[in-house]
């Protein structure tokens, strides 16, 4: 008679957190921080009242558990995209289609209208998804870039900064217009669009060699100046 196979305990608790975050994402999306029953989480996802609050003492520790699960799944996609031994070109690209993407979904939508209507309540979450989303995001694109201008490929930059610009060229308009909830949802064609012409602008404003040539033309200048005065 064929032995029967049973899950290792620690394999059946991986899959009851899992599950617990599916639901839990669920009700916050549909039903927002305020309206999302725990006790309804629980129960949706056959868990007992033991592990789910072992799991999540409060529900503030649930919400942050769906924030850093989201985040976690993005960074590492960043990770994955900006290898160093890609082209700027071909990997912020990639990263801007990606990133506008995910961003741009009905979940991380909402997300953020959850948090910005809640953050007077719990502003340590607001800070928590700040610091694992867009803040580390941006050290991701930052490491990326700062290597890139070290190999020459792009002009010498302050990465942190080059970062934030990025994102703003892709993202800042778009973000607005989908918190209001009134615009329609940017089509692929406008997205692909706006990923191109932000990577162009990006590559133009740290063309290699650009700033060296522009600081020696304003040396110039200044030398020209000083010696007609």
Known sequence: ???????????????????????ATKFF????????????IA???RASKES????????????????????????????????PALPPEEALTTFGEIFLERL???????LRRILWTEWQRIPELVKMFYDLGPARGTLVLAKY?????????????DSQLAARQFTDLLAAELITRAAYGIFPEPT???????VQDSVDFFLRA????????????????QRASLRNG
């Open 43 to 45: 129960r949706e996802a």
């Open 52 to 83: 789910f609050y072992s799991r999540y003492p409060t529900k503030e520790e649930l919400f942050r558990a769906v924030i850093r699960r989201r985040t976690d799944q993005m960074a590492a996609q960043a990770v994955a995209i900006l290898s």
């Open 145 to 157: 870039l700062e290597c890139q201008a070290a190999k020459g490929t792009l002009a010498p930059l």
């Open 104 to 110: 741009l979904t009905g979940e991380i939508t909402e």
């Open 206 to 221: 740290y063309q290699p060699g650009k700033r060296a040539s522009q600081q020696a033309s304003l040396r110039s200048s």
């Open 188 to 194: 692929k064609r406008e997205k692909k669009k706006k």
């Open 29 to 40: 999306m549909e039903k927002g921080f305020e309206g999302a029953s725990v006790t309804q």
């Open 1 to 23: 008679m064929p032995r029967k196979i049973t899950a290792h305990p620690a394999d059946r608790a991986d899959v009851l957190t899992e599950r617990l975050l599916d639901v």
